[in-house]
């Protein structure tokens, strides 16, 4: 019976040694110095029934009596989009791009001018090659919003951080540029 305590005892402390170990201080991790940071532009043309040679994104799927070439109103909502915009290291469409944002947005809100993203940048460039993942809500209306990095490939393997969007240039529902600046926390 001792055997028995004195072993569950045991058990109980590695336990608890091996839990506090792995404690993470939030505080220390907030106040961090990012590890690489890049600041990159995607270009985005929605098709909309006469821009088909130049488009870069395309509406897939539009609320019931919507159509796949007009965004819907209130907000767009239920309108799901997917691109393949080019990527420039500075906010002119012509520059030469060094990759592709590659992904889905959906307008996700009646009340609110919001949508929900998931895409990568495709890097093929001298500078840089691989994926950045990013995934997250965009609330359109706000000056700058983050989204997460959830990963990446190449030279930004299994990476994460933090991308702030910002709304560089609308113009009207067929084109618009975000500027993203990313900030990588994890890098190996």
């Not at 209130?74 to 290291?89: A, E, R, Y």
């Not at 791009?97 to 889905?104: D, E, K, L, T, V």
């Not at 307008?107 to 993203?117: C, E, G, I, P």
């Not at 990095?149 to 951080?161: S, W």
Request: proline share 3%; hydrophobic share 40%.
């Amino acid at each position: 019976m001792e055997t028995r305590r004195l072993a569950t005892f045991l058990f109980l402390l590695f336990l608890c040694l091996s839990q506090s170990s792995g404690t993470i201080n939030y505080k220390k991790l907030r106040h961090r110095k990012p590890c690489k940071t890049l600041v990159l532009y995607f270009h985005d043309i929605i098709f909309n029934g006469k821009n088909a040679k130049n488009a870069t994104s395309s509406i897939i799927a539009a609320p019931e009596g919507g159509n796949r070439t007009i965004l819907s109103g209130q907000d767009h909502f239920g309108d799901l989009v997917v691109f393949n915009d080019p990527i420039t290291v500075d906010n002119n469409l012509h520059s030469e791009p060094i990759g592709r944002a590659q992904g889905i947005y959906v307008y996700d809100n009646k009340d609110v001018f919001t949508a929900w993203l998931a895409f990568s940048f495709v890097l093929n460039s001298t500078n840089y090659k691989g994926t950045i993942n990013f995934a997250g809500a965009d609330p359109l209306m706000n000056k700058t919003r983050d989204i997460s990095v959830i990963g990446g490939t190449g030279d930004f393997f299994m990476t994460r951080g933090v991308a702030t969007l910002m709304t560089d240039a609308l113009e009207g529902e067929v084109y618009f540029r975000l500027r993203v600046d990313i900030k990588l926390y994890e890098c190996w």
